[in-house]
């Protein structure tokens, strides 16, 4: 299992940047399909961004494409998540998820397939 620990988080104006990373705190033996997820007061967990244990192939949130990009370094085990032209509605904490299972490899949307999770990182974009 991964024990994820998000960094990256903050407070930033609307239409600025901010980066969140996800790094396992030990070290994995192999790389995992990996995830973002957000949550917002008063609001359910939603999906935002997803990669394939490749690192090769994507998925995003309708809300969030061509705003936001997940990449992976596999030689650190780390994904991070750039996103631009942030609005107030982006504010949430932003969980990092990892799918164990040894034989996932595309990304994936789903909440329920992935195993870890990490604590969460405030996103608070202002207005």
């Known amino acids: 299992q991964a024990q994820l620990v998000e960094s990256g988080g903050g407070l930033v104006q609307a239409g600025g940047s901010m980066r969140l990373s996800c790094a396992p705190a030990?070290?994995?033996?192999?790389?995992?399909?990996m995830g973002w997820f957000r949550q917002a007061p008063g609001k359910e967990r939603e999906f935002v961004a997803s990669?394939?244990?490749?690192?090769?192939?994507?998925l995003y949130a309708d809300s969030v494409k061509g705003r936001f990009t997940i990449s992976r370094d596999n030689g650190k085990r780390t994904v991070s998540l750039q996103m631009n032209n942030l609005k107030p509605e982006d504010t949430a904490v932003y969980y990092c998820?990892?799918?164990?299972?040894?034989?996932?490899?595309?990304?994936?949307?789903?909440?329920?397939?992935?195993?870890?999770w990490g604590q969460g990182t405030q996103v608070t974009v202002s207005s």
């Open positions: 030990g070290r994995p033996d192999r790389n995992y399909v």
């Open positions: 998820a990892a799918d164990v299972n040894p034989g996932a490899w595309t990304p994936i949307a789903s909440e329920r397939i992935y195993d870890d």
């Open positions: 990669i394939g244990a490749g690192g090769d192939t994507t």
